[in-house]
T-cell receptor, first 116, second 119 residues
Framework: AQSVTQLGSHVSVSEGALVLLRCNYS??????LFWYVQYPNQGLQLLLK??????LVKGINGFEAEFKKSETSFHLTKPSAHMSDAAEYFC??????????????FGKGTKLSVKP | GAVVSQHPSWVICKSGTSVKIECRSL??????MFWYRQFPKQSLMLMAT?????????EQGVEKDKFLINHASLTLSTLTVTSAHPEDSSFYIC???????????????FGQGTRLTVV
């Protein structure tokens, strides 16, 4: 069975500082992993995804994540935080083998705050 | 990217009444749509998978008679919360899947969500 654990329900960084949001997964099959961002009272927007191939995945808004099979991790990073990055971030794993994004297991989310 | 529109964005209803939430794919046909529920400060939980022209598949623990799902066309799925109670108050989000080729390019697009408050 698949599961996702996001370490830290709340992360606070200063503007311009490195953003690191942690995600560990458990999957009985090769995982397909996703990071989504959610702004207040809005739906989710896909930041990036890993299916196969290169383990370092680049997404929108300067975010990237690295799939590390040995560590069962898929941490999200951004070199320099902007105020507009303040939001809730969700890590997810696809239940269906094959990368379908519809049936997803989500982590509990990490709220990112950015201080001026 | 593809656009998924949910309506209404928020709704307040009285306990015992029913509420319908619409999920539309605006610029693509979606044979499969998904309904999620999000409690405050918690993650999204999949409620059901909606397939056009067939019965929805509900996740374990979700009452199918309470949460009626109808996927009558390739661009519209509806979720009706019947006989709503305060504990049904939540944020409901739908997503629609755009089949990709190769399959790994399949992507789901999310609606903006509907905040339901039952008083």
């Amino acid at each position: 069975a698949q599961s996702v654990t996001q370490l830290g329900s709340h992360v606070s960084v200063s503007e311009g500082a490195l953003v690191l949001l942690r995600c560990n997964y458990s999957s009985s099959v090769p995982p397909y992993l996703f990071w989504y961002v959610q702004y207040p009272n809005q739906g989710l927007q896909l930041l990036l995804k890993y299916t196969t191939g290169a383990t370092l995945v680049k997404g929108i808004n300067g975010f990237e994540a690295e799939f590390k099979k040995s560590e069962t991790s898929f941490h999200l990073t951004k070199p320099s935080a902007h105020m507009s990055d303040a939001a809730e971030y969700f890590c997810a794993v696809s239940v269906n083998y094959g990368g379908s994004q519809g049936n997803l297991i989500f982590g509990k989310g990490t709220k990112l705050s950015v201080k001026p | 990217g593809a656009v998924v529109s949910q309506h209404p964005s928020w709704v307040i209803c009285k306990s015992g009444t029913s509420v319908k939430i619409e999920c539309r794919s605006l610029d693509f046909q979606a044979t499969t749509m998904f309904w999620y529920r999000q409690f405050p400060k918690q993650s999204l939980m999949l409620m059901a998978t909606s397939n056009e022209g067939s019965k929805a598949t509900y996740e374990q623990g979700v009452e199918k008679d309470k949460f009626l799902i109808n996927h009558a066309s390739l661009t519209l799925s509806t979720l009706t919360v019947t006989s709503a109670h305060p504990e049904d108050s939540s944020f409901y989000i739908c997503s629609a899947e755009v089949p990709g080729y190769p399959f790994l390019d399949t992507e789901a697009f999310f609606g903006q969500g509907t905040r339901l408050t039952v008083v």
